[in-house]
Nanobody
Framework: QVQLVESGGGTVQAGGSLRLSCAVS????????????MGWFRQAPGKEREGVAT???????TYADSVKGRFTISRDNAKNTLHLQMNSLKPEDTAMYYC???????????????????????WGQGTQVTVSS
């Protein structure tokens, strides 16, 4: 059974940094026979879940305009872990952050850039990030 467990959230002052991690169990996030697109999404109270950063099956990243230049998504295949390095945090980054994964079975689907929450089948429980001004 696929499980995603996020960690690394917390409270930080504006301008600070946090590094989120998503530990994956139940499958290998990247191998010759199994490839996955993965991503980080966030949801603030009263708002829809939005994409923050995603990475396709070939490790090509995509970022929301609001986080470009500040956030970096990366995948550690040896540790089966996805990370999100968040720098220069702003109060508007405050939200619950979720890790997501979607298997891709062909070269074409693995090259696709997935940015919508509905494109992902597997989700973690979330980790809270709060940025104070």
């Amino acid at each position: 059974q696929v499980q995603l467990v996020e960690s690394g959230g917390g409270t930080v002052q504006a301008g600070g940094s946090l590094r989120l991690s998503c530990a994956v169990s139940g499958y290998t996030i990247s191998s010759d026979s199994h490839m996955y697109s993965m991503g980080w999404f966030r949801q603030a109270p009263g708002k829809e879940r939005e994409g923050v950063a995603t990475i396709n099956g070939y490790d090509s990243p995509t970022y929301a305009d609001s986080v470009k230049g500040r956030f970096t998504i990366s995948r550690d295949n040896a540790k089966n872990t996805l990370h999100l390095q968040m720098n220069s945090l702003k109060p508007e980054d405050t939200a619950m952050y979720y890790c997501a994964a979607q298997p891709c079975l062909t070269t074409l689907t693995c090259l696709r850039v997935l940015t919508n929450a509905r494109d992902f089948d597997y989700w973690g429980q979330g980790t809270q990030v709060t940025v104070s001004s």
